[in-house]
């Protein structure tokens, strides 16, 4: 079993950084790609960045590509989210997840472990 503790939410406005944090239980956690979703009011979940196992392959959405980061720490069981030059419409809560496979995630857009979710409102 794996959990999922995400922080570092909170409103900004348009054009800042924000960064989010994920911290994971487990002493799998160097063995599972990580990455976060969102889900804004009235959306479906959507796929946002995902880590494999070595924090060296990633995934972006191209709604985020070039903006958000991805990043884990394998030794404290971390995994975040850089988010920079933050858009009203980047406002969801957004959701840490573990899952076998980046790829898997990106493209499923599915995970079998997921946080509580932390909300993110950019004003404009």
């Known amino acids: 079993q794996v959990q999922l503790v995400e922080s570092g939410g909170g409103l900004v406005q348009a054009g800042a950084s924000l960064r989010l944090s994920c911290a994971a239980s487990?002493?799998?956690?160097?063995?599972?790609?990580m990455g976060w979703f969102r889900q804004a009011p009235g959306k479906e979940r959507e796929f946002v960045a995902a880590?494999?196992?070595?924090?060296?392959?990633?995934y972006y959405a191209g709604s985020v590509k070039g903006r958000f980061t991805i990043s884990r720490d394998n030794a404290k069981n971390t995994v975040d989210l850089q988010m920079n030059s933050l858009k009203p419409e980047d406002t969801a809560v957004y959701y840490c997840?573990?899952?076998?496979?980046?790829?898997?995630?990106?493209?499923?857009?599915?995970?079998?472990?997921w946080g509580q979710g932390t909300q993110v409102v950019v004003s404009s």
């Open positions: 997840a573990a899952d076998g496979s980046a790829n898997s995630m990106a493209v499923l857009k599915a995970a079998a472990y």
């Open positions: 487990g002493r799998t956690f160097p063995t599972l790609a």
């Open positions: 880590a494999a196992p070595n924090g060296v392959t990633t």
